[in-house]
């Protein structure tokens, strides 16, 4: 017992450590030497835990995932109108980003440069499934409140996206200066401006 939780905290050292030289180091490609040194352990260490760098990098993914999408089914599960939980989620979102700094470098795979495909495959997927409950309480939103996005349904989803995504990208882009939830109270409502109308019923 006491070497299975010694072996699990050592992994979520190794995978803080991680992040936290991703956050401090923008734009130096991380070795498992410089990684190594700052868990304290050899290189061998790192390996008994994670058989390759792109397995710890999986680790920080599997921790976004687990993450955004525990919390992205307690807001689907609400009674909330479509609008409420379309902000509660790109408020989660972008959230999680500004607290996780080192993290955001893989969302935007601006730390993922070099590294295999199928790492830039898995984020790509996690927006994409992101973009997937947006565009499904869109549907519902014409089903329980007869509201229906202006634009098509995938470029109605899309913008809210691109917006988002934009504003995790600047952040990465200062250095982390500017902030993802800077002025969103302000711009979120200006997004929903006209997003939705009542479509005339259709008489038989």
Not at 66 to 77: K, W
Not at 87 to 116: M, V, Y
């Amino acid at each position: 017992m006491t070497n299975s939780s010694t072996k699990v905290s050592r992994r979520q050292q190794i995978l803080e450590s991680l992040a936290h030289m991703l956050e401090t180091s923008p734009g130096a490609r991380i070795t498992t030497a410089a990684l190594a040194k700052e868990v304290g352990v050899s290189e061998a260490a790192l390996y008994r835990h994670f058989p390759s760098k792109s397995k710890m990098f999986e680790g920080l993914i599997e921790f976004i995932e687990e993450t955004l999408f525990s919390r992205i089914g307690l807001i689907l599960s609400d009674a909330d109108a479509a609008e409420a939980r379309c902000q509660k989620i790109f408020f989660l979102l972008l959230t999680f980003t500004e607290r996780n700094p080192g993290i955001t470098r893989i969302l935007t795979g601006d730390a993922l440069t070099g590294e295999t495909e199928r790492l830039h495959t898995r984020v790509q997927q996690l927006f994409e499934r992101i973009e997937t409950q947006i565009k499904q309480i869109l549907r519902e939103a014409e089903i329980r409140e007869g509201l229906r996005p202006k634009l098509p349904l995938t470029a109605a989803a899309g913008l809210l996206m691109a917006t988002a995504e934009g504003r995790i990208a600047q952040f990465v882009r200062s250095g982390f200066k500017r902030k993802p939830t800077e002025f969103w109270g302000e711009q979120w409502p200006v997004l929903m401006q006209d997003f939705f109308y009542e479509p005339i019923a259709q008489l038989n």
